[in-house]
């Protein structure tokens, strides 16, 4: 910010917050393979209902996406 004198003077300090470690994002993300089964019933129950359009297949491929990650995490 600039006075009435020309001289700048700070308004306020901005405090980055800390990134967070990739690794503690996927722990924190990991279901166990029991609510995969769950949640990806109740997805295949949507895709049924949307069968044919863009939505059932994006649909499909992330509830793949997390039966395999689920799985993997299991074994």
Same mark, same amino acid.
């Given at each position: 910010?600039?006075?009435?004198?020309? #001289?700048?003077?700070?308004?306020?300090?901005?405090?980055?917050?800390?990134?967070?470690?990739?690794?503690?994002?996927?722990?924190?993300?990991?279901?166990?393979?029991?609510? #995969?089964?769950?949640?990806?019933?109740?997805?295949?129950?949507?895709?049924?209902?949307?069968?044919?359009?863009?939505?059932?297949?994006?649909?499909?491929?992330?509830?793949?996406?997390?039966?395999?990650?689920?799985?993997?995490?299991?074994?």
């Amino acid at each position: 910010m600039v006075d009435s004198s020309g #001289a700048s003077s700070r308004v306020a300090e901005i405090i980055p917050f800390r990134k967070r470690i990739r690794e503690h994002e996927e722990e924190d993300t990991a279901i166990d393979l029991l609510t #995969a089964v769950e949640v990806a019933i109740r997805d295949l129950r949507d895709i049924a209902e949307q069968w044919g359009e863009e939505s059932s297949r994006t649909l499909a491929e992330e509830c793949r996406l997390m039966l395999e990650r689920a799985f993997a995490a299991a074994v």
